[in-house]
């Protein structure tokens, strides 16, 4: 008798290289008794390290007091709620969406898995770059597709145009961009999404079949120095934009996103029921009631560009002094520095040595970096400067990966 209590489904899951990454990390490298020590400083995860503002609790608890008997009804999106979604997206990239095609999901995570199952086959392969965040591995395999793993360009952490071209095949059914970049901090410049529009509308046409784009903007109002951010949903017609409310309102753990489909894609009326009928079978992929009609306050909050960017400074500043190589992010609250020796996860543990807990450049499949996420407080950075200091002191930079 086959006595297997997980499926093939959970097999291939589980075979993602970020799970396996994530799993070592998580469950065998002490992580979670490390990150409670008194004195340990955690740059690991985009978890808030801040107390949730006095503000935010409130447009919670409001939204909380029933104001009619369906409240607590089933709920595919409120219309306040996808209204005032609808109108900061227009206002944050520039682009006349209409409501209808906004969707509200259980943040980016859903959103993502939802755009993945809607046009993606079973067997079709995704394209997207790396270093990527985590899930999308997970996402794409559950969801029955192939990842296909493409590096940046390791000095300007450009995409790698030429390279996406190639590992275009008969198969692609979708690539994915994700711009401000976690973990690099990048924002794709136009003339790269220009190109990158060139580039999937011939490979569409050279396959018979249309290659469409997931654009994945968990970052896109979490950008420094005045700069405008440019959506590659302006540059390709048959794109999806998947945002998460988790990162500027600093509570990852309240789901709510949405997967929004710009004007310019054909026959897009189509995919509103599938859209809905993929969120409900996927699991009711809604955020919460509560959450929905708490979202037009919600929008009028402001997320401390001026705090995060100060923080990006202090650090970049610092780590350059000591003699660190880092690349100054234009957006997201991630620093993508060079580890000063070849070998990041040595170099990891060297910080960990010194009570400063980082993630090594390979649990992003691209080593020879580590991640600092800058949610830590002011506090917990100015702390660990002289801590990277030492670190940097105490390895030799002719050891190698
Ligand atoms: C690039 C990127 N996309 C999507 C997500 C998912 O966001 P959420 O957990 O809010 O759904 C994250 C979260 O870390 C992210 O960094």
Redesign the pocket.
Known sequence: MDERLTSDRVANVEGATPFQLLYEFYRRSGYERRRHEPGVLDFTF?DPHDQPSAAYVEILREALIPQHELWFAYNFGDAGAIAAATESLRRHVGIPFENEDVHLT???????STALKIVGDVGDEVVYSLPP?F?YEGLVREAGLVPVKVPIDRTTFDLDLDAITEAITPRTRIVIV?SP??PTGRIYPVETLERLGALLDAASERNGRRIFLIS?E??NRIVFDGTRFRSPVEFYAWSFL?Y????TLLS?GE?M?YLAVPPTMPDRELLRNAIEAIQITGGWLFPNASMQYALPQLETLEFDLPLFQRKRDVMVAALRDIGYRVTVPEGTFYLFPESPIGDDAAFAAALDREGVLVLPGRMFETPGFFRICLTATMETIEASLPRFATAFRAVDPSISA
């Open positions: 985009g259980t943040g980016g995570f859903a959103a993502i965040w899930l994700n970049n976690n994945d968990a970052y998947a998460s409310y988790g990162k990852p789901r996103g």
